[in-house]
């Protein structure tokens, strides 16, 4: 083969290589710039999920911090409510009602008043405590306790405890009786022999004692016990004192 067809080879293969190059550079930069892309976008989609997440988190937070600050302005509304409504059916059945101001005071809880020998009793602070005065304790809605003065300093004693001591009625013909806890359950006492609670009766505060107004639930009997000179009855709490940290306490006078 001469010179010219040599040099003629030469160009041929240069452009076939030339062709091949470029058209394999285009193909690697398409699939460059797809994985670029894809990058691109899953990070994209990753970002936006973080940010719906966490102003999901922030929108429920709020939500949760606004029902907060909604139950502490209603508890009180809607525990002062009960007492109203006790006077009004009172009134409807022509019973000569008293005036009585009640007040709530918002208290918390700090601490055992002694964490080796009583888990049902607690230091309090409490703004306005007057020492001569025993208050009742709410919880949720339901009675949960009772304040009193322990060196000159406010103890709640909770529904359990032994030293909670205060005036019920049981049932739709209340039937009047005292409460005192026994470490796990509430005994209503002094109940007429004559008198017939029954098992699964709603037992409610009375009022009579001015410690709690009347119509706070308190619990629902699961025994009567037969004694010599009276009738017993055990009743289960409805309150749950889940960790309180706040709760309320009732002044009636």
């Known amino acids: 083969m001469g010179k010219r067809g040599k040099f003629f080879l030469y160009i041929v293969a240069l452009v076939l290589f030339g062709y091949l190059f470029f058209t394999n550079l285009n193909s690697i930069k398409v699939t460059l710039i797809t994985i670029s892309n894809n990058i691109k976008s899953s990070a994209l989609n990753f970002s936006e999920k973080i940010s719906s997440t966490v102003e999901y988190h922030l929108k429920q937070a709020k939500k949760i911090k606004d029902l907060k600050s909604k139950i502490k302005e209603i508890e009180p509304k809607a525990s002062l409510f009960v007492e109203v409504s006790a006077k009004l059916n009172h009134l409807l059945k022509d019973v000569d009602l ?14 055992y008043r002694d964490m080796t020998k009583r888990l049902d009793q607690f230091w309090l602070e409490f703004k306005d405590f007057d020492p001569k005065k025993q208050y009742g304790l709410l919880y949720k809605g339901f009675a949960a306790g009772v304040v009193v003065e322990k060196d000159q300093k406010p103890v709640a004693n909770m529904i359990s405890s032994r030293e909670a001591i205060f005036s019920v009625v049981i049932g739709e013909d209340r039937i009047e009786g005292v409460a005192f806890g026994d470490g796990e359950f509430i005994k209503v006492k002094y109940i007429p022999k004559y008198k017939d609670p029954k098992v699964g009766d709603e037992v409610i505060t009375s009022g009579f004692d001015h410690i709690f107004y009347e119509g706070i639930k308190v619990g629902r009997v699961i025994q009567v016990i037969i004694k010599d000179m009276y009738k017993e009855a055990i009743v289960k709490p409805f309150v749950v004192l889940d960790n309180p940290r706040y709760m309320y306490a009732v002044e009636t006078e």
């Open 98 to 111: 008293k005036k009585r101001d009640t007040k709530l005071h918002l208290v918390s809880v700090l601490s």
